[in-house]
Structures are given as structure tokens and as C-alpha cells.
């Protein structure tokens, strides 16, 4: 029996905030604590220590004492929420956590270590043998090798869609048929997605709808909104924004995310959390950074579209884009990405690239510093031509991550590049 009762007071406390937080989530209560997407990214924060720390420090633990066995035992039995290992909870990983449910609109979520990890995670734990998986086909690389390499060998089939087909989508259900995967904005074509109609056709047929939102961030656009059950997140982009840590986050529906949850802390996914720590501080400046990346990558676009090596530009916000109405409709912004085709092919491609000098040449995007990437010959490079040409990547096309750099000096590098390439 147990005799301390001032410890067995505290256990019962710990058990009613652990049901009232239960509740909370079944419930499905926005996460939501400000009117504005600005006040939730910055005043979302852990609960203050002793100390009366004004920004939330750092735990940089793997594990946590129970003051008992008692204690112990009750937080093992999950009768009592407490951290008790940084692989299953932290602090950092939580105010992380809760920020970003609290933009996206989501019930609960889940950080992992990098945004691969949470697309892997999210398909292991929703998807078993015999399942099938529908994704539409302009995906990011990484994503279609899980899908069409990985995937079969656990015996899940899947079946591309294509954006501008969508009227045949229905026929490409089948009854097996349980998730759908889409990007919007797409990587690398900068593609849309009429969300709406992906909510409504996903519960048509009942499938669990997941969006990677990695392009648009939670300030641009919020696919829960919509109908999305899980929205994942590469928080090693645009949410950091500066390229200094990865990270992942998978956020929506609680039931789902319990069961991601279990799978992860099983598996090891998880975040560390120095990166949480980072991200969420990163989160606090999301809305002004996307404001700029926004404002540089329109002007960008702009310029593109009438510069005489380029034969065409693609920018949601241009109202030469194919889903232009369909961005007006669901985005703040057209968003940071452009992508452009350059005269002259594959082979002008790499001389380009190469005649850049202040923009960066790396394999990331969502920094303050602007990015130029050849995909058909760096990130998309493994697939085939059918391949790329099935998802909208041209052998010329260049994709821009514009930067936070004054819109003038990023425009004179690339025409002195355009110039140098075609000498």
C-alpha cells in the first residue's frame, strides 16, 4: 500500500492533467491559444522554471528522474504524462510541437529528425501489406523512391495521379486504396493542388489525406483547413529558414498521430533537442522571413518572365500560372520557390549553375540565402527521363529558393550568370 500522501495527492494531480489533456485532444480542440498566426508562433512556450527564464531554455537530457517507484511505475503504465526519455518526450520537442499545431490548426503532432522520417514514419505506421497508396506524381525525389522502391518491399502497392487529370482520379481508386499523398506546391515544378477538392475526393472514398506542406509553410497555407488528416512538414526548410539544423514534423489528427507516435518512439525517429530548441525559435520570425521570401520571389518571377534566356516561368502568384486561381484561392502568398526554364537544355543548365557567384549552389531550400538547383542533374538525377518528364521536370529547368538577400543584387547575379552561360 501506498503511505505517503502527499505523494499520493501529487500522483492523483498528475493523473487529472493527464485526462484533462486527453480529453482536450479527443475533443479535438484547436491548438490555438491567439487570434494571429504571429502571437501563436512567438507566445506559444513550456511553462517557466524557477529561474523566470524569458525565452525557454535548453534540455539537453536523454533521460528524466521520477522522485519514486511509484512515480515510475505510473508514468511506464501511462496513467500519469511526464517525460521520462527525449527518444518519447521533451520539453523542447514539445513547445515545438505545440507551435506548430497551434498554426496549422491540427489536434496533435509528432517531430522527427528530419522530413523524410516523417513522411517514412507516416506511411509504416498507417500503411500494411496489401494496402494501396495513392500520391499524385510531382513529389519530391526522396518521397518517390520511398514509394516506388521501399514501399513494395513491405507489399504496398501505389498508383501516381496526375495534377492535371484530375478527373480520372476516380478511376484510380481501388479497394485497398487507404492514404493520399499529395504536395502543393510541388517539388521541384512548383505545381498546385486544388486542396479542397483533395479534402472532399479523400473522403469520398475514405482515404486519410496527407499533405506536405513544405513549400508553403503553415503561414501560406493550412491544408487542415481543408480536410487534410495529416499535414508533414520538412522542418529543415522554410521553418528553420536558415540552414542551420534538420528536422521534421507530422501534425493532425490525434488518434492518427497516437499511432505514429507509438511506431516512433519505438523505431527512433525522433527529434534531438538541441534542433527542436532551434526550429522553435525559428518559428517566431516564419511569418515575417515567408513576407519577404514572398515579396523577393514574385519580383523574381517577374523579371524571369521577360528575360530573353528563359522560355518559360512558373510562380503561383503569376497570373501566367496554370493554377493561378487555384493559389489566389488557398495560399497568403505565391511563396518563395520558382522554377523557370532556361534556352539551351541540360547542358546551358550546368554552365549556369556554374556561372553563379553570390547565390548559393546546395541541396536545400528555405534559406535567407537564395538557392539554384538543377534537379534533372542533382536532386532528381536518379530518376529516369521517362520519370522526370512524367513529373514535369524539363532538362532545363532551374528552381529558385529566393532568399531574404536585397531583390537587386540576386536579380544581377543571375543575369551576369545568364550572360556567362551563354558566351
Known sequence: MYHNSSRLESILDMNFTYLQKTVRIIEGLSMKKYKHFETNAIRTQIKTTHEKEHASPMYLTSSFVFDDAEEMRATFAEEIDRNTYSRFTNPNTTEFIDKMCALEGAEAGYATATGMAAVFSTFATLLNAGDHLLSCRSIFGSSHSVITKFLPKYKIESTYLDLDDTDNWQEKVQPNSKVLFIETPTNPGIELIDLEFAGAFAKKNNLILIVDNCFATPYLQQPVEYGADLVIHSATKYLDGQGRVMGGMIVGRADLIKEIYTFSRSTGPALSPFNAWVLSKSLETLAVRMEKHGENALKLAEWLEANE????????????????????????????????????????????????????????????????????????????????????IAPNLIRISAGLEHIEDIIADLEQAFGRSSD
Not at 309 to 324: I, T
Not at 355 to 368: K, Q, R, V
Open 309 to 392: 534566356h528563359v522560355e518559360w516561368v512558373r510562380y503561383p502568384f503569376l497570373p501566367s500560372h496554370p493554377q493561378h486561381e487555384i493559389a489566389k484561392k488557398q495560399m497568403r502568398s505565391g511563396g518563395g520557390m520558382v522554377c523557370f526554364g532556361i534556352k539551351g537544355g541540360v547542358e546551358r543548365g550546368r554552365q549556369f549553375l556554374n556561372s553563379i557567384e553570390m547565390c548559393s549552389l546546395t541541396a536545400n531550400l528555405g534559406d535567407t540565402r537564395t538557392i539554384v538547383t538543377h534537379p534533372a542533374s542533382t536532386t532528381h538525377a536518379r530518376l529516369t527521363d521517362e520519370e522526370r518528364a512524367a513529373t514535369g
